[in-house]
C-alpha cells in the first residue's frame, strides 16, 4: 500500500527557510518519482519541484533532497515570502495512480 506522509509545515517569517519531508512507504523509493506540488487557498494546486525541474516562482529558492535510506523526501525552502503561504502536498504516480500526502501548512508572515 501506498503512503505519503509530510511533516515540517508551520508558522515562518518572511525570508525564512523551511524544510518539509515526505516519507514514503509501499513504494521501490529507489526508482520512484516523487514530487511536492502547493495549493493556496481560492488558487488549484500547482507543481512546485520535481527531481529535475522547479517552477519559476521558486526556482532558486527550493531544492529537493532524497534520503534513500530513510525513504525520505524533502523539500528545502529558503527565502520564503508571504506567497509562499499554501498546503504543501508531496505526491507520487504508481500503476497509473496517483497517491497523495495528507498535505501540510506551510503559513509566512509578513
Known amino acids: 500500500q501506498v503512503q505519503l506522509v509530510e511533516s515540517g509545515g508551520g508558522f515562518v517569517q518572511t525570508g525564512g527557510s523551511q524544510i518539509l519531508a515526505c516519507a514514503a512507504s509501499?513504494?521501490?523509493?529507489?526508482?520512484?518519482?516523487i514530487d511536492w506540488y502547493r495549493q493556496a487557498p481560492g488558487n488549484q494546486r500547482e507543481l512546485v519541484a520535481t527531481v529535475t525541474n522547479y517552477a519559476a516562482s521558486v526556482k532558486d529558492r527550493f531544492v529537493i533532497t532524497r534520503d534513500y535510506v530513510q525513504k525520505t523526501v524533502y523539500l528545502h525552502m529558503s527565502s520564503l515570502q508571504p506567497e509562499d503561504t499554501a498546503v504543501y502536498y508531496c505526491h507520487t504516480t504508481q500503476w497509473g495512480e496517483d497517491y497523495w500526502g495528507q498535505g501540510t501548512q506551510v503559513t509566512v508572515s509578513s
Open positions: 509501499g513504494v521501490r523509493f529507489s526508482i520512484t518519482t
